[in-house]
């Protein structure tokens, strides 16, 4: 099994940055595949990004431009950088891990944008 833990989240001006931070229990080398996704009430979890067991990271289209994704191998972490945050990006964040056949989630963490 996967743990994943979320951190980072909080209340934040709009035009501010964030980052968020996915701690997992196993090597990130192992892993297939590990996402960002956001969910906000009455919503389905919609698909952020994702990184590759190799690195390779891609974006939704509405992602684009605003949100990076990176790792850290030796800390096992992937985190999420939110520029220019609008109130739109309001919503639980949830990170994933696809390890051999089955996908795990962490627990979220919320992030809010109001002044």
């Known amino acids: 099994q996967v743990q994943l833990v979320e951190s980072g989240g909080g209340l934040v001006q709009p035009g501010r940055s964030l980052r968020l931070s996915c701690a997992a229990s196993?090597?990130?080398?192992?892993?297939?595949?590990m996402g960002w996704y956001r969910q906000v009430p009455g919503k389905q979890r919609e698909w952020i990004a994702h990184?590759?067991?190799?690195?390779?990271?891609t974006y939704a289209d509405s992602a684009k431009g605003r949100f990076t994704m990176s790792r850290d191998n030796t800390k096992n972490t992937v985190y999420l950088q939110i520029d220019s945050l609008k109130p739109e990006d309001t919503g639980v964040y949830y990170c994933?891990?696809?390890?051999?056949?089955?996908?795990?989630w962490g627990q979220g963490t919320q992030v809010t944008v109001s002044s």
């Open positions: 196993i090597r990130l080398s192992s892993i297939t595949v």
């Open positions: 990184i590759t067991s190799g690195g390779v990271t």
């Open positions: 994933n891990a696809t390890w051999w056949r089955d996908t795990y």
